[in-house]
């Protein structure tokens, strides 16, 4: 029969769901959680009425990261951003069929533009989305770390009127104010270990043709250079 969305609509029913349907990872979070978050990018204010953000990821093939070309990483991140709007589409579907509300936000694209803070970004923040529904921290280079998979995950959401119970929040995370491996592997200078990246800096240099080819992303030195990038062990 497939993967089907029955019973009552739980937490651990939905998450059942996402699980079925080939995320690594899932996590649900309030809405109250992003309160201070701007009106463009606040799931209230995306959906009227909405309760609930659930967050759900998938596992980067870690091998992507030795080649010395750029064509792998692209494709696998291309790829899994495919494999999650799939997935959110679905588990929105499923919830719409039972009665709710529900919109994946994508895991990529289309994106808005802040032009208060210069700075582009998807429906809502990916990574805030999955640090408020408790699957990891934010590193020094501004990346989701999970204790499972490090920074090696690519994610998704879909923001519903459905009450579910939330995550509890990772509070700790592994950083510690003397490590600088990512703020130092970056070739523009793009983190200085605050909240937000030199966002143009680095998409300028990490993203564009490469002799004479087709698109690709060239750089994904903060990713690799970082001691986590295969996860931690939680306190």
């Not at 009665?99 to 990529?108: F, L, V």
């Amino acid at each position: 029969m497939g993967n089907e969305l029955a019973g009552s609509l739980t937490a651990r029913a939905i998450k059942e769901f996402a699980y079925g349907s080939g995320c690594d990872l899932c996590g649900i979070a309030s809405v109250d959680r992003f309160l201070d978050m701007p009106a463009m990018s606040n799931p209230g204010e995306i959906l009227r009425g909405a309760r609930s953000v659930i967050v759900v990821a998938k596992k980067f093939l870690r091998s992507s990261i030795r080649s010395a070309s750029a064509i792998p990483y692209t494709i696998i991140r291309n790829g899994l951003s495919r494999a999650v709007d799939e997935i959110t589409i679905g588990l929105a579907g499923a919830i719409e069929d039972r009665g709710y509300a529900a919109i994946p936000t994508g895991a990529i694209e289309p994106c808005n533009y802040d032009e208060e803070t210069g700075r582009t970004m998807g429906l809502i923040s990916l990574k805030n989305a999955a640090r408020q529904a408790g699957l990891g921290v934010i590193g020094k280079n501004t990346l989701l770390i999970t204790p499972e998979y490090g920074n090696m995950v690519w994610l998704g959401a879909v923001i519903t009127s459905l009450s579910l119970e939330p995550d509890r929040l990772l509070e700790d995370g592994p950083c510690n104010e003397a490590c600088r491996m990512c703020i130092d592997s970056c070739p523009v200078g793009a983190i200085d270990g605050s909240a937000f990246m030199r966002q143009g800096t680095c998409w300028e240099y990490a993203f564009g043709r490469e002799g004479g080819g087709e698109w690709r992303i060239k750089c994904h030195a903060c990713r690799t250079a970082c001691p986590y990038s295969n996860g931690y062990d939680r306190a």
